[in-house]
Structure formats: C-alpha cells, structure tokens
C-alpha cells in the first residue's frame, strides 16, 4: 500500500499553466504504475494521464493529448502533472492513484489513491 497526497491546485485563466504534484510514502513507490484521473460534477472519474513504474510507457486520454505531461521521480517519490493550455472543461478534482500492475484506464482497478486536489479554470 501507498499513501498518497496531491497540491499544485488552484484556479486558473483559460490558456495558463498549473503543474500539480503527489508526494507518495511507502518503500514501493518506484514498483507502482501512478496515474491522474479527474472527476467534475456529475461525471465519472476518468483517467487523465497514466505512466508505467519504469516511466518507459505512459498514457493520455484525447481529450488532454498534446497538453498533458506526466512524470514521476522515484527517487522522490514523487509523480507530476503539468498541464499546459488550460481549458474551463479541464475544471475537476483530480486524484493521483497507483496499482501494482499495468496502466488499466478503470478506475475500479487502481488501489491507492490520494485526497484530491481542485482544478477550476475560468473563461
């Protein structure tokens, strides 16, 4: 198990730039595939952006594709959003969450997950 805690948050202008973060605890961190989902009201929780434990396989959804970047230092135990070109439909929570296996887009299939951190973007 992983312990997880998102920041970087806040609100935004349409076209600006926030980079969050998630300090993970646990000796395993660097054997975990982490992921980014996000979730607005009255939608399902979604994967945003996804990266294998070696960083060597990542994954973004389309609707972030060409935005999004995702990185992890495992030394730091640290996973990283940066999130570029900001649009009001990027408003959400968005939650950091790590398995043991591969990147699975469900969220059902990820164990571990952080509080979330608010991502409001406006017009």
């Known amino acids: 198990q992983v312990q997880l805690a998102e920041s970087g948050g806040g609100l935004v202008q349409a076209g600006g730039s926030l980079r969050l973060s998630c300090a993970a605890s646990g000796r395993t961190f660097s054997s975990y595939s982490m992921g980014w989902f996000r979730q607005a009201p009255g939608k399902e929780r979604e994967l945003v952006a996804g990266i294998s434990w070696t960083g060597g396989n990542t994954y973004y959804g389309d609707s972030v594709k060409g935005r999004f970047t995702i990185s992890r230092d495992n030394a730091k135990k640290t996973l990283y959003l940066q999130m570029n070109n900001l649009k009001p439909e990027d408003t959400a929570v968005y939650y950091c969450?790590?398995?043991?296996?591969?990147?699975?887009?469900?969220?059902?299939?990820?164990?571990?997950w952080g509080q979330g951190t608010q991502v409001t973007v406006s017009s």
């Open positions: 969450a790590a398995r043991s296996g591969g990147l699975v887009v469900t969220s059902r299939h990820w164990a571990d």
